[in-house]
């Protein structure tokens, strides 16, 4: 196999051919213990014409190769054809790419915890390698600082994988050698560049080219449980292009462009196809930052409302109430221990109110409400300098259910429901109290809290745009069992 299929350009693969016979053989020797295991980096599913490539896998020719995808499959096995094709590439002055995978999604992390995640790659010869630590689950890298090209369309690509897919913080190193007779040691720093295309929190890589010191060899590190689809794709339409234009040429692949036979609307359109693809990359970063900041922000309004007591509760109330716009004062704080209720709400022209937030795994206890009101009486002593009107009292009723199978209402029985309309005390309920929060319809929430004062009332600096008073109170669940 030493010419590549016509229009298919041929690539080396570390690793024998899925199903053939050195493939077979060598899984036995793993299985006995006479070779080191290795994982098989690249599928055997792989539709390979698709994609214009041709694979030679280990024991096949290799100088023609303009690529190597995860060499180094086992321990002294690809070596020759990783030398084949440095040695090609050398003689026709064209620059070597390698896809490199580091870490192991299926790795086993229960046991030898000091080490636990951690991965190396050997890249150019036996003495530079780029070591990788597995990072913590929910790491989300960025695009690297001033990135273009091939470099910026693999980033993007890689962006896209799974969430909650593994990452490992890469880093240059070298070797360091002690003699086996005693007589010293060697050092051999790391040689090349390591440049960032995805990186962390905290600026280090976790995808990222390394350039050999003469600029010959540019292996690309990326980690185990990428599409290779996805990386095929970009190292046909991006990579060689860029690099290796050479390659497509001499194999007349469909997929090879030149430029200097681009009339100039095929260039034009083509430019402003890629700009396209990096706007619409920089906007879908943007907008997912807005949605997890936006999500960070209500999570725990949400959360608390639903379904939290105590001070969990009180808290994501007093949220929800300044994000209507109105001044909450923790009375708790403020007068030390439980002498009153939790909340004092005011604003400016309306006199203010006494807020008292329960939760109850339950229904809701009728008595909740004469501890409101004794509140109220009491509340001249303890602040005579503040008057009060009325008392809010908000509950968050049966909150071990899911909103929607809650009772509608948080007291149902005729004879108090109607006891409550001659007492200075209103009732809400927390699930009324977030569908408005999650509508922004603040004009409701006044009203609800502050009474009919509020609906002439507009705070000074709104946290949001306002709803009209006449505008229907929307509902976030419906089917809400009554009684």
Same mark, same amino acid.
């Given at each position: 196999?030493?010419?590549?299929?016509?229009?298919?350009?041929?690539?080396?693969?570390?690793?024998?051919?899925?199903?053939?016979?050195?493939?077979?053989?060598?899984?036995?020797?793993?299985?006995?213990?006479?070779?080191?295991?290795?994982?098989?980096?690249?599928?055997?599913?792989?539709?390979?014409?698709?994609?214009?490539?041709?694979?030679?896998?280990?024991?096949?020719?290799?100088?023609?190769?303009?690529?190597?995808?995860?060499?180094?499959?086992?321990?002294?096995?690809?070596?020759?054809?990783?030398?084949?094709?440095?040695?090609?590439?050398?003689?026709?002055?064209?620059?070597?790419?390698?896809?490199?995978?580091?870490?192991?999604?299926?790795?086993?992390?229960?046991?030898?915890?000091?080490?636990?995640?951690?991965?190396?790659?050997?890249?150019?010869?036996?003495?530079?390698?780029?070591?990788?630590?597995?990072?913590?689950?929910?790491?989300?890298?960025?695009?690297?600082?001033?990135?273009?090209?091939?470099?910026?369309?693999?980033?993007?690509?890689?962006?896209?994988r799974p969430e909650g897919s593994p990452w490992w913080s890469l880093h240059?190193?070298? +070797?360091?050698?002690?003699?086996?007779? #005693? &007589? !010293? =040691? $060697?050092?051999?720093? @790391?040689?090349?560049?390591?440049?960032?295309?995805?990186?962390?929190?905290?600026?280090?890589?976790?995808?990222?080219?390394?350039?050999?010191?003469?600029?010959?060899?540019?292996?690309?590190?990326?980690?185990?449980?990428?599409?290779?689809?996805?990386?095929?794709?970009?190292?046909?339409?991006?990579?060689?292009?860029?690099?290796?234009?050479?390659?497509?040429?001499?194999?007349?692949?469909?997929?090879?462009?030149?430029?200097?036979?681009?009339?100039?609307?095929?260039?034009?359109?083509?430019?402003?196809?890629?700009?396209?693809?990096?706007?619409?990359?920089?906007?879908?970063?943007?907008?997912?930052?807005?949605?997890?900041?936006?999500?960070?922000?209500?999570?725990? +309004?949400?959360?608390?409302?639903?379904? #939290? &007591? !105590? =001070? $969990?509760?009180?808290? @994501?109330?007093?949220?929800?109430?300044?994000?209507?716009?109105?001044?909450?004062?923790?009375?708790?704080?403020?007068?030390?221990?439980?002498?009153?209720?939790?909340?004092?709400?005011?604003?400016?022209?309306?006199?203010?109110?006494?807020?008292?937030?329960?939760?109850?795994?339950?229904?809701?206890?009728?008595?909740?409400?004469?501890?409101?009101?004794?509140?109220?009486?009491?509340?001249?002593?303890?602040?005579?300098?503040?008057?009060?009107?009325?008392?809010?009292?908000?509950?968050?009723?049966?909150?071990?259910?899911?909103?929607?199978?809650?009772?509608?209402?948080?007291?149902?029985?005729?004879?108090?429901?109607?006891?409550?309309?001659?007492?200075?005390?209103? +009732?809400?309920?927390?699930?009324?109290?977030?569908?408005?929060?999650?509508?922004?319809?603040?004009?409701?929430?006044?009203?609800?809290?502050?009474?009919?004062?509020?609906?002439?009332?507009?705070?000074?600096?709104?946290?949001?745009?306002?709803?009209?008073?006449?505008?229907?109170?929307?509902?976030?669940?419906?089917?809400?069992?009554?009684?």
């Amino acid at each position: 196999m030493s010419s590549s299929v016509s229009g298919l350009v041929p690539v080396h693969i570390g690793q024998p051919e899925p199903g053939s016979e050195r493939d077979r053989t060598l899984r036995q020797w793993q299985e006995h213990g006479r070779d080191r295991p290795a994982p098989m980096r690249v599928p055997a599913d792989v539709d390979w014409p698709s994609h214009g490539l041709q694979p030679r896998w280990l024991g096949a020719e290799s100088s023609d190769c303009p690529a190597a995808l995860s060499p180094g499959y086992s321990h002294n096995r690809g070596a020759a054809e990783m030398k084949r094709l440095l040695a090609g590439a050398r003689q026709r002055g064209e620059i070597a790419l390698v896809l490199a995978v580091i870490g192991q999604v299926n790795e086993d992390r229960t046991h030898n915890s000091l080490w636990s995640g951690d991965a190396s790659v050997n890249v150019g010869d036996l003495f530079t390698s780029v070591g990788g630590q597995r990072l913590p689950a929910g790491t989300r890298p960025q695009i690297a600082p001033d990135l273009s090209g091939a470099d910026r369309d693999l980033a993007i690509r890689l962006l896209t994988r799974p969430e909650g897919s593994p990452w490992w913080s890469l880093h240059l190193r070298g +070797v360091h050698l002690e003699r086996g007779d #005693g &007589s !010293g =040691s $060697e050092d051999h720093p @790391a040689e090349g560049a390591l440049d960032p295309i995805l990186v962390d929190a905290l600026g280090d890589p976790v995808v990222a080219a390394w350039t050999s010191p003469a600029g010959s060899q540019r292996w690309y590190v990326i980690p185990d449980g990428t599409s290779w689809d996805n990386v095929l794709g970009w190292l046909v339409h991006r990579a060689l292009p860029e690099y290796v234009p050479g390659a497509l040429r001499r194999a007349r692949s469909p997929y090879f462009v030149d430029p200097d036979l681009q009339s100039v609307g095929e260039q034009t359109a083509r430019q402003t196809l890629d700009n396209l693809e990096a706007q619409y990359a920089d906007e879908k970063r943007q907008l997912e930052r807005t949605l997890r900041e936006a999500k960070e922000k209500a999570e725990p +309004v949400r959360y608390g409302l639903l379904y #939290g &007591s !105590g =001070s $969990e509760l009180v808290n @994501a109330v007093a949220q929800v109430l300044a994000d209507a716009g109105m001044h909450t004062v923790d009375l708790d704080e403020q007068l030390g221990g439980t002498k009153s209720a939790d909340l004092l709400v005011s604003a400016e022209g309306v006199s203010a109110r006494l807020v008292e937030v329960k939760g109850v795994s339950g229904p809701a206890q009728e008595h909740l409400v004469g501890h409101l009101q004794r509140h109220l009486e009491t509340w001249p002593q303890l602040q005579p300098d503040e008057p009060v009107s009325d008392g809010v009292l908000i509950v968050n009723h049966q909150h071990k259910l899911h909103p929607s199978e809650r009772t509608a209402e948080v007291y149902s029985r005729p004879e108090f429901v109607a006891s409550l309309e001659s007492l200075p005390v209103k +009732v809400i309920s927390t699930v009324e109290l977030f569908n408005w929060w999650r509508a922004e319809d603040w004009t409701a929430i006044r009203t609800a809290v502050l009474g009919d004062a509020a609906t002439s009332w507009r705070p000074a600096a709104p946290t949001s745009p306002e709803q009209s008073p006449s505008a229907p109170r929307r509902r976030w669940w419906t089917g809400g069992r009554r009684g």
